[in-house]
Structures are given as structure tokens and as C-alpha cells.
Nanobody, 127 residues
Framework: QVQLVESGGGLVQPGGSLTLSCKASGFRLDDYAIGWFRQAPGNEREGVSCIGISDTRAEYADSVKGRFTMSRDNSKNMVYLRMDSLKPEDTATYYC????????????????????WGQGTQVTVSP
């Protein structure tokens, strides 16, 4: 069964940090580009970051650039999103997804084409 499972969400104070994990099963993560997306209630889904198939360098949305770091560990079939200097506006459900290409242009990660999605993990940034 092909699936992605996110974990690591939780409640954190503004300025704090969290690391999200995305584990793949049923396929090799290093055969795909992986994206992180988020969606807050009432808002559209927003691309956060992505990393290409053979890339070690990730791309980031302007809203998180300099604060979030995406990485992959192909030996564990996992992808991570380290989030630092968290703000209340980072509160959302975070999803990882797989595609054949990063689909990043000019500071935006587009969700078009991402075909396998996890169930999401909730991140809440609040005092």
C-alpha cells in the first residue's frame, strides 16, 4: 500500500521549534520529489517547501524562507521539516505529498500534480 504518514505536530509557543516527519511506505521516497504543504481553517492550501528527486537542496515559500529547513533521509525513507522561529500564522495542518517534480516557481510551491498525500499533522503556535 502506497502511503505517506506525517508526525511531529503539536502545540508550541511563538518563537519555538518543531520538526515534522514524513514516512513513506509502499514506495521509495528518493524516486519522487516531496513537498510540504499546510492548510489553516478557512484558508487555501499553501505550499511550504519541496525537494526534488535528486536534490539535496530544498526550495521554500517566501513566508517560511530562513525559518524552515527541509531534508530527506533516503536510507530511512523519510523526509523532515524543521520549523524554527514559529509564528502564530504558521498554525495549520501540515501535509507531505509526492510528485515527479518539485513544482516550485518564484517563491511559491504549487500543489498541482502532487498525487500521494498524507493525512496531515496539526501544528498550533500559541502562547
Amino acid at each position: 500500500q502506497v502511503q505517506l504518514v506525517e508526525s511531529g505536530g503539536g502545540l508550541v509557543q511563538p518563537g519555538g521549534s518543531l520538526t515534522l516527519s514524513c514516512k513513506a511506505s509502499g514506495f521509495r521516497l528518493d524516486d519522487y520529489a516531496i513537498g510540504w504543504f499546510r492548510q489553516a481553517p478557512g484558508n487555501e492550501r499553501e505550499g511550504v517547501s519541496c525537494i526534488g528527486i535528486s536534490d539535496t537542496r530544498a526550495e521554500y515559500a517566501d513566508s517560511v524562507k530562513g525559518r524552515f529547513t527541509m531534508s530527506r533521509d533516503n536510507s530511512k525513507n523519510m523526509v523532515y521539516l524543521r520549523m524554527d522561529s514559529l509564528k502564530p500564522e504558521d498554525t495549520a495542518t501540515y501535509y507531505c505529498a509526492a510528485h515527479f517534480t518539485c513544482n516550485y516557481r518564484r517563491g511559491t510551491v504549487y500543489s498541482t500534480g502532487y498525487g500521494t498525500w498524507g493525512q496531515g499533522t496539526q501544528v498550533t503556535v500559541s502562547p
